[in-house]
């Protein structure tokens, strides 16, 4: 059997074979005009019902020349599009859609043009943002003392990516550096308590909790939550004079304070009472280096690195469970000195 319009080629749908098919039937619909929304602040498209992070404006142009193709719909029949766009400027690009239409065994091609027009619209999100519609603040805190830049970068830093995720109501809309310590305003208020919770639970401290009214949206009342974590006063590596003693803390967290006892070199956990007692040094800043000149348990000598003269100090239990060092960390507190445990 062969077409019944050339009466070459083998029949594709119809009695008619491909090219002649390709003559007398379109495949595709493609419109002159198409329409991307684009937020003018944020980039975000408006696709379907709703707005979604952007892709990158190629692709986001590209994908609205491909939703505005019609495809005839007909038992086995293919069609796969093949969309390049060129822009224009701002407001206007042009894309090219290169069906190749499959139909059994049969190919052909067929292809149109459409304009597609960007449209600069505001997001949900980006209008709450300048409307400034936030349902939490996030406060971070030192207990007597401001936050270090360390933490203030890591506290920067976590609380954007517990942020970013797929859900558009999760926003920062303002981080401030206030009094020593940081304030963010949180779009929702769930995130809030969320991310309050992770920092305390990963750098230890306190979380206060406090609400007032801040308007109406949509006729309902609007509460605005202030999550305050206020960290631990004390960090690890800290120097503090407690009780007649000296300690190093080691470890600050959710679970308490530890430290070590300098003179024994026995760790032990702080209480909430001691830590509030306890009167900070300094870090490691106070921390030097001294020579040893002779070990005899339990004393050790050492060269003093500024005045240059022999000290003698009774080296606790896990200076001698090691090799002899050639050198030793010292802290000097009034005439005393004290070995540094390492780490
Ligand atoms: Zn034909
Ligand atoms: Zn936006």
Redesign the pocket.
Known sequence: MK?I??G??APALGG??A??LGERRRFIGVPEFCELTVCAHCGSVHRGRRWENSRGEMSELEDAARRSLRVVKEEGVSVSPKVSVVPVDGHNADAEIESTIRIGKSRLVQSGRTRIRIRRAVCERCSKIHGKYYEAILQVRAQGRDLTSQELELVRSRVAALVQGADRGDYIREEREVDGGLDFQLGKLLRGKAIVRTLARELGGRVTESSKLAGNREGRELYRVTFLLRLPALRGGDFVGLDGRILLVTHVGPQGTSATDLSSGRPETLDPRAEERARRLGGSELVEVAVVLDARMPELTLMDPVGYRPVTVIAPEWFWSRPRPENVRILKAGEEVFLVPDG
């Open positions: 077409c319009v050339c070459r080629n008619l074979c090219p002649c």
